[in-house]
Structures are given as structure tokens and as C-alpha cells.
């Protein structure tokens, strides 16, 4: 039930997230080169809806297996060393994001006690620096998912994108080799 709402919750946010972006863009280059005018702020909130985007992304990425996997040497172990190295693995990433997280904090708060705006938007800085921290918790409740699933035994390794099996896969139906 708890990873079901943040499945939805994160990808109504990234959803959300690159429809404003793309909106936002698109509207400032028609605006700049149509009319020969713009936002001032549209700069700005591109840039902090993009940092946002690839926090969040980051978090999707381990969830769907996008991210491209590094893992010839980890291949060369037994299934148990698999498993081992890869709660290493998951246990240092959330060693990292817990350091991140705890520096956020701290930073988050002194911009929330000095009290100032972005440069050319009315928000305060702390809400809109935030996604620092809300980034690397989303990102640590998907390492706990994959540490959890490996030591269950139901995964031995991140899920990860195979680019040269996909690629392969490609070649050999171009080539009519896998038509067979």
C-alpha cells in the first residue's frame, strides 16, 4: 500500500512536472522570438522545475530500471555475492543520501530563519530549494526497496537498463536474423 501511493505520487509529480516544464519553455520561446518580449522569472523557475525533475527522475529511474547498469564485475560473483555486493552497494548509496539529506536539512533551515526570496520569483527560498531533501527521500525509500529485495531473496541486483541487449535485440530484427 505504502510504495503504491509513492508509485503514484512520483510519477504524478514528474508527470506534472514535465508538462510545466515543456509548457513553460515553450511559452518563453514563442514570447522571446514572436514578440520580442518575456518573464523575467520563467529563467529561474525552468531551471528549479528541471532540478526537481531530475531528483524525482533519479528516484523513478531505480523503481523502473532505467538507469544503466554497471555490473560486468558484479556478474563475475555467485548469486550470494550478487546479493552481498549489492546490499553494500545499497547501504553506501544510503549512507550518501542520508549525508545529503542531513545537509538539506540544515540548509533548508537557515534560508527558512534568514527569510529570502528567490532572485526573480515571490517564493521563499527554503520551499523552493526543498526538493534537496524531498529528492533524496524519495531516492532513499528506493534503495530500502531494492536492499529489501535482495536480502527477501526476490532480486539479486539493482533492476537496470541493458543497453547492448536492446541494442542487439534492434540489429537483429532490422537485419531480419530475428524474423526467424
Not at 22 to 37: A, E, H, K, Q
Amino acid at each position: 500500500m505504502f510504495f503504491r501511493i509513492v508509485n503514484q505520487v512520483e510519477e504524478a509529480i514528474i508527470c506534472l512536472l514535465l508538462v510545466a516544464t515543456t509548457l513553460l519553455v515553450f511559452m518563453d520561446v514563442v514570447m522571446r522570438f514572436g514578440f520580442n518580449s518575456g518573464f523575467l522569472w520563467s529563467q529561474e523557475l525552468t531551471l528549479l522545475l528541471s532540478a526537481w525533475f531530475v531528483l524525482f527522475g533519479a528516484s523513478y529511474g531505480i523503481k523502473a530500471g532505467s538507469h544503466i547498469g554497471m555490473d560486468a564485475f558484479v556478474k563475475l560473483f555467485p548469486i550470494a555475492g550478487q546479493r552481498i555486493l549489492t546490499s553494500i552497494a545499497c547501504v553506501v548509496a544510503l549512507g550518501y543520501c542520508g549525508l545529503v539529506m542531513y545537509g538539506s536539512w540544515i540548509y533548508l533551515a537557515k534560508m527558512k530563519k534568514i527569510g529570502i526570496n528567490l532572485e526573480d520569483l515571490p517564493i521563499p527560498t527554503w520551499i523552493a530549494h526543498s526538493m534537496l531533501f524531498i529528492g533524496f527521500v524519495f531516492l532513499s525509500i528506493r534503495l530500502l526497496e531494492v536492499l529489501w529485495s535482495v536480502v527477501t531473496g526476490k532480486a539479486t541486483s539493482f533492476k537496470h537498463a541493458d543497453e547492448a541487449k536492446e541494442s542487439m535485440v534492434i540489429v537483429e530484427e532490422l537485419t531480419g536474423k530475428g524474423a526467424k
